[in-house]
């Protein structure tokens, strides 16, 4: 079937997976603890990598090897430090406002640039970034300006916000990307995402925190294994084969509205008005700011969506 290879829908369906991450995250709340789920999830993708990619691992050692603080930077921030934070955010907030945060990461890639490579910021691009932040400032009052003023606000709100900082940090670094394959350097990056993540299952551990799965739970882990971690990447990475990377970028811009989606059908949340103005206010920023420039830099590097 044609469909099955059109560009479009393979990448429709990449955003589709990308939002079930953030259901999953929220639906593993009592069925699988955070820290559990990032070293699970990494190391199963790290074996499924190392197969993939077996042949090509042995011929960029010897560039892997030079980069390897890099990479284990990069890996940390992006990987381990981003996902231990998201599935976290995941247990102490609802979807939607996961999915609605994470929208604002071309914003926060921005920032950090801004702050970390002297990158200039025209006046239209401001304007979006301003508007994105007061989107995520709603998201995390509820649509309630006393709650703001008072400081009264959702911890897994605030997490997703430093979790979309580690991200941003992680695309900002991917500048200095190797001249490797996206998906071997990504198999380096989930090895690095595994074994950063033990010391934190020890601690979720020795802190009784642990949830071990049961049925449900694995379901979960499946989910997040098979569709976000891995099928949208091979859909994504086709996408960019076919039609480019910039065109291809774009659809990362649907994972807000298909996580709101998602949320209401599979975990009954609510979209609320206050949603909806944030989710308009979060488009209309990445309108501002979604020059060629931040396209360049979110998007020639297909290796960072692998995450989302």
């Not at 699970?40 to 691992?57: E, K």
């Not at 960029?60 to 998201?86: D, E, H």
């Not at 091979?234 to 996408?239: N, P």
């Not at 039609?243 to 709101?260: A, H």
Request: proline share 4%; hydrophobic share 55%.
């Amino acid at each position: 079937m044609k469909i099955l290879t059109n560009p479009h829908f393979l990448l429709t369906l990449t955003s589709i997976f990308w939002a079930f991450n953030t259901v999953a995250g929220r639906a593993a709340v009592g069925e699988v603890s955070p820290l559990l789920i990032v070293s699970v999830r990494w190391f199963f993708v790290s074996i499924i990598l190392s197969i993939l990619c077996r042949n090509q691992l042995k011929e960029i050692w010897r560039i892997v090897n030079k980069r390897l603080k890099w990479i284990i930077f990069m890996g940390l921030f992006g990987f381990t430090g981003f996902n231990s934070a998201y599935y976290i955010a995941a247990h102490n907030t609802i979807a939607i406002n996961l999915g609605l945060v994470q929208g604002t990461m071309p914003a926060f890639i921005i920032i950090i640039a801004w702050v970390w490579l002297k990158d200039k910021i025209n006046l239209t691009q401001f304007l979006g970034v301003l508007i994105t932040f007061v989107a995520v400032l709603i998201v995390v009052s509820a649509g309630n300006l006393s709650l703001l003023l008072n400081l009264e606000l959702n911890n897994g709100d605030i997490i997703m916000i430093f979790a979309c900082s580690l991200y941003a940090v992680y695309a900002v670094g991917l500048r200095k990307k190797p001249k490797i394959g996206a998906l071997p350097l990504l198999t380096f990056f989930a090895y690095v995402a595994f074994l950063g993540s033990i010391p934190g299952l020890i601690f979720e551990i020795f802190s009784n925190q642990f949830i071990l799965p049961g049925y449900k739970g694995c379901i979960i882990l499946g989910v997040i294994i098979i569709f976000p971690s891995f099928l949208a990447q091979i859909f994504f990475m086709k996408g960019v084969e076919k039609i480019g990377p910039s065109r291809s970028g774009l659809y990362t811009n649907l994972v807000p509205v298909f996580s709101s989606i998602l949320a209401v059908l599979f975990l009954g949340e609510n979209f609320k008005f206050y949603h909806f103005l944030s989710l308009t206010m979060i488009f209309a920023g990445i309108y501002l700011f979604e020059n060629k420039t931040l396209l360049t830099l979110l998007v020639t590097h297909p290796a960072h969506m692998f995450l989302i």
